[in-house]
């Protein structure tokens, strides 16, 4: 599915599909007016289940005044939940995820992994992008999570009770989030996992979809899964299929390797390669870290 100034186009790609409207509806719900409704509308056209209560309710991710946050963090201007990050009119159109509701902060601002020098980082990493530098517009500590490109009500600076909300919690600093905390993870990326990093050890060799070790250029990787004629790629944890609790792995314009003659766009680990932000998982990961299951689904050790 794509979006288009107001109207909404169905792809005819079922996994696409499915997944597109999966990611759109749970990113829309609590979000009034006209933008939910031509949503739902596209999903009932489409076909597709869904429910009308997100998992994000429950979660820290909740952040106005809406009842089920699990944090401390509230915000008075607003019973909405999805606004913080998404919007249905007036998006950032150069965030890659959908409808995102925030200023992306620049690449330029934060020092990534590889200045590290580690000798055992075999993968090439890219500047800070893709989904990532749509989560670290909040988690970067640098801007107030009420900081929206679209408020609520007419007009996009908020009506109201808006613009009169106030923060409050433990955990923030005028809306930001707070210094010292795990999740305000700053511009300094050097002590956190890879963001940006090609997947298998310095890339793959194949498409193919075996999900081998042998398809990694480093054979501690757990080979990627691939959708047959789409660049979707993804970690798989269990369940046949792509699912919402796999590993999902993402692609960046003009990043591709060679494949049998033909280019094909290469996976990239991002944030949201092993952290659902509307799961009610504990530290919003794809699947619980028992065992290290988290680590375990990528590496080989």
Not at 76 to 96: L, Y
Not at 188 to 196: A, C, S, V
């Amino acid at each position: 599915m794509r979006i288009y100034r107001g109207r909404v186009a169905a792809t005819s790609r079922p996994e696409a599909r499915s997944q597109e409207m999966g990611e759109l509806m749970s990113a829309s719900s609590g979000r009034s007016g006209k933008g939910w409704a031509l949503l739902a509308a596209a999903a009932v056209g489409m076909g597709i289940a869904w429910s009308a209560g997100a998992q994000i309710t429950n979660t820290k991710h909740n952040l106005g005044t809406a009842p089920g946050g699990t944090g401390v963090n509230q915000f008075s201007g607003t019973g909405e939940i999805c606004v913080f990050c998404h919007t249905p009119h007036g998006a950032d159109t150069t965030a890659a995820v959908p409808l995102w509701n925030r200023t992306l902060p620049s690449a330029g601002s934060f020092t990534t992994y590889d200045s590290l020098g580690t000798s055992t980082l075999d993968g090439k990493t890219l500047p800070v992008g893709s989904v990532s530098i749509a989560c670290l517009s909040c988690h970067d500590g640098v801007t107030s999570m009420s900081a929206v490109i679209n408020a609520p009500g007419s007009g996009t600076t908020g009506d109201a009770a808006w613009v009169a909300g106030t923060w409050s919690g433990a955990n923030q600093t005028a809306g930001k989030i707070a210094a010292g905390l795990i999740t305000n993870i700053g511009t300094d990326l050097r002590n956190d996992h890879p963001i940006g990093i090609q997947y298998c050890g310095g890339g793959i060799t194949t498409t193919s979809t075996s999900g081998s070790n042998t398809d990694c250029n480093d054979q501690d990787f757990k080979g990627p899964n691939k959708i047959t004629g789409q660049n979707i790629w993804y970690v798989d944890t269990g369940t046949a299929g792509r699912q919402k609790t796999d590993m999902i792995l993402y692609t960046r314009s003009g990043e591709t390797f060679n494949s049998g003659g033909t280019s094909v766009a290469e996976p990239f680990v991002e944030c949201a390669s092993c952290h659902d932000p509307h799961t009610t998982n504990a530290t919003f990961l794809r699947i619980s870290n028992s065992a290290s299951a988290v680590c375990l689904a990528c590496h080989t050790k």
